[in-house]
């Protein structure tokens, strides 16, 4: 069975630019959660969708936004970037809510 | 701030000795997990343990849910260079709509 796949791998954007980025999860895995993980913060968990809907949110300001489709693929969007954007964003699938969750390889975002 | 205390903030060790690491918070916690990531990936999963008192194996690596149930330790035996890397624990954390939060992690290095 595939693993958690994001794309692209590496982006670079300036300061007030905005990103999407992609998550395909585990096929059949109906729950995607997104997290930022910097040097100095740690992983920090930013939302989760299940069955298309929001279940949870991190203490992100409103410039990061998601959203998942029916099958089951999320994407996040940053707007209007900041330098500490710069991070790595990893994306984890899991059956549902509560279950294990499992990390694709993540996006290296650098903002100049 | 950081809910998940985790310690040795980081490991030099020699090839061939035994790692232990350990995770302790105020808050109890349902599941304990355990992940391990190289650089320029997301954290794998390691061992998932789901009840108090519970010992698991996975190879060289066992990792135990404390009775308390805020607490967690992880060891690797005959460490090997692949082991290098940073392993978090998390777990899904009731106060906070179960989303899943980290320990800073542990940066392991092996002198071969």
């Known amino acids: 069975k595939a693993g958690v796949t994001q794309t692209p791998r590496y982006l670079i954007k300036t300061r007030g630019q905005q990103v999407t980025l992609s998550c395909s999860p585990i096929s059949g895995h109906r729950s995607v959660s997104w997290y930022q993980q910097t040097p100095g913060q740690g992983l920090q968990f930013l939302f989760e969708?299940?069955?298309?809907?929001?279940?949870n949110k991190g203490n992100f300001p409103g410039r990061f936004s998601g959203r998942q489709f029916s099958n089951s693929r999320s994407e996040m969007n940053v707007s209007t970037l900041e330098l500490g954007d710069s991070a790595l964003y990893l994306c984890?699938?899991?059956?549902?809510?509560?279950?294990?969750?499992?990390f694709g390889p993540g996006t290296r975002l650098l903002v100049l | 701030g950081q809910q998940l205390n985790q310690s040795p903030q980081s490991m030099f060790i020699q090839e061939g000795e035994d790692v232990s690491m350990n995770c302790t918070s105020s808050s109890i916690f349902n599941t304990w997990l355990w992940y391990k990531q190289d650089p320029g990936e997301g954290p794998v999963l390691l061992i998932a343990?789901?009840?108090?008192?519970e010992l698991t194996s996975n190879g060289r690596l066992t990792a135990q849910f404390g009775i308390t149930r805020k607490d967690s330790f992880l060891n690797i035996s005959a460490s090997i260079p692949s082991d290098v890397g940073i392993y978090f624990c998390?777990?899904?954390?009731?106060?906070?709509?179960?989303?899943?939060?980290f320990g800073a992690g542990t940066i392991l290095r092996v002198k071969s």
């Open positions: 969708y299940f069955s298309e809907t929001q279940r």
């Open positions: 343990l789901y009840k108090a008192g």
């Open positions: 998390a777990g899904p954390l009731m106060e906070y709509g179960n989303k899943l939060v």
């Open positions: 984890a699938s899991s059956w549902g809510q509560k279950e294990t969750q499992y």
